[in-house]
């Protein structure tokens, strides 16, 4: 085992010091995500990577938190599966925002899902998308970054305000707001064909109701500019059910970082930190060369 360390730790000198010798750099960090439940149920948090729909997948019950180490460069989707039932085998079915028939997502999460979006960077980009329906309130706070770093998402809940055509029931009870996409499977609807570009695929009755009702995220596919957040240097929160005031905490340079002076608080109300490596990497900086 101790040889094994020492190796590894051979390697990560080596790979400064190649990059320290051969040009511009810049410091590029590993980034947390703290993943919070306020909900009154149990979620199942989903992530995925990019087009690698191979990711992470966990209980958060009502007042639980994850934590998520995402390396340099990471893109990826984040959002919360309900109503899952898993056997002892992780082998189950969820009745919104599946991604395969195990805890551990093997697809994209199927509609309807409300949908936190991250492309990392020097520069990061987020969004909260409500394109393919909603099931939660999410909500993305940035922790000490520098730039815009705006919260987006929507902490208001759809399912209310929901139309009765888009509806998604289980039990009787309304467990999602579906998109009209999902709905209708038109190319209107699905800004797709000859509505595939920014110029036809404009906002419809029912993404006009949902972006009225959640003004930070977005409402269907070519809502940019008024829905992408731009952030640098920073770590994030990823909150369900809570509301865009609410004080937050988040791991940013190996310390707890809340944006309120309540954070101590949390504590106080049995608040679990559950520490997940998804997947299990140093929590280090790597220097980048620069492409000049």
């Not at 940013?252 to 944006?259: P, T």
Request: glycine share 10%.
């Amino acid at each position: 085992m101790m040889a094994m360390n020492i190796r590894l730790l051979l390697h990560i000198v080596l790979l400064i010091f190649i990059v320290t010798v051969s040009g511009p750099k810049i410091m590029v960090c590993a980034k947390s995500f703290t993943i919070a439940n306020y909900c009154k149920e149990t979620i199942w948090p989903g992530i995925t990577h990019g087009e690698n729909f191979s990711g992470g997948g966990f209980a958060l019950k009502p007042g639980q938190s994850a934590v998520y180490t995402a390396a340099p460069g990471w893109g990826g989707r984040i959002w919360a599966r309900t109503g899952c039932k898993f056997d002892k085998n992780g082998n189950g079915t969820c009745q919104t925002g599946s991604c395969g028939n195990t805890l551990n997502c093997t697809g994209p999460g199927s509609p309807p899902a409300s949908i936190a979006e991250f492309t990392l960077g020097e520069t990061d980009f987020y969004d909260v998308s409500l394109v393919d329906g909603f099931n939660l309130p999410i909500v993305v706070k940035a922790v000490n970054g520098k730039g815009n770093c705006s919260t987006a998402g929507c902490d208001g809940d759809l399912r209310q305000s929901c139309p009765p055509e888009l509806v998604a029931k289980a039990d009787g009870k309304v467990i999602a707001c579906r998109s009209a996409c999902d709905v209708f499977n038109t190319d209107e609807y699905c800004c797709r064909g000859m509505y595939g570009n920014p110029v036809a695929c404009v906002p419809t009755n029912y993404s006009r109701s949902f972006k009225q009702f959640c003004p930070a995220a977005y409402s269907f596919a070519y809502d940019d500019p008024t829905s992408i957040v731009t952030c640098s240097g920073a770590d994030y929160a990823v909150t369900f059910c809570a509301s865009r005031n609410q004080t937050v905490c988040s791991y940013h340079g190996n310390k707890l970082v809340c944006n309120g002076a309540k954070s101590l608080k949390a504590s106080s109300q049995r608040w679990e930190l559950l520490l997940l490596a998804l997947p299990l990497m140093f929590n280090i900086c790597f220097l980048a060369q620069l492409t000049v």
